[in-house]
């Protein structure tokens, strides 16, 4: 019998992983099936004891359960720890393992896939929510000269990049936590989207003259086309325009990593995608 995966998410119907993960089964030869599983919103918990019980090995977690799902771990990876969530768990020898791959697919998807180094760089992260706090880790390994966090609330900018000022990580990185109104005068070569903004077409208030010659403009959103932050980059000349299938895809292949120690290939799945 092939090893059971699953994506467990409320809505989960609109999730590209099991499309993705089947992709990764196909062209690494793992035998695997991949499904979606909805969870009544205050049934996470039971819906990975049920999948558990019925011999499924490892789980995907999307929205809103990524809290609940580091929480209910017994093994934690220092990402998932530092984000206090998980995307992924792994079910072996009777104990549930959590890890978070989301930062490390965006990190990956800017410097492979897009050709973007970090290090060095001028790096605004725009959100101080659930999104934000699980790329942070990920962004500082990269050593940014600096990172900015902006937020709507102020104050949870300044507490994220306050918890993470002292850790050994962000030595090489100058780390700040603002609100919209302190960026006027300041420029970045890389600003990543990781606000719920897009979800309502909207956009937090950016003032002029934010992009650096050469800079990238990254929406974690995807499936949404040209978001309203993209058009706001695209209007005031980023060079380059990226939306978040890349680091969907990546975050997916560091899961199959995790659970079946091979890593796939994500570029020919990408442009899969990126065809329909
Ligand atoms: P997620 O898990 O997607 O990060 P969240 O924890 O609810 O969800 O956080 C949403 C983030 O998007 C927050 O940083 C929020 O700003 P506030 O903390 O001020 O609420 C930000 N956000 C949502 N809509 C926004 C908008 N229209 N303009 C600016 N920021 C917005």
Known sequence: MSDRYAVIGHP???SQSPRI???FADQTGQELVYEARLAPLKGFADSVKAF???GGRGVNVTLPFK?????IADVVSERARHARAANTLKFDSGQIYADN???VGLVRDIKTNLGIELEGKRVLLMGAGGAARGVLLPLLEAHPAILVIANRTVEKAM???HSNQHQPLAAQTVLSGVGYADLSRQQFDVVI???SSSLSDDLPPLPDGLFLPGALAYDMMYGKGLTSFLAYAQAHKAAKLADGLGM???QAAESFRIWRGIRPETKPVMLALRKT
């Open 248 to 250: 969907l895809v990546e």
């Open 67 to 71: 809290l609940q799902a580091y929480e």
């Open 193 to 195: 989207n990781a606000t």
């Open 12 to 14: 989960v119907a609109h």
């Open 159 to 161: 507490q994220l990049a």
């Open 21 to 23: 993960h089947a992709m």
């Open 52 to 54: 558990v019980a019925e």
């Open 101 to 103: 791959t989301d930062g």
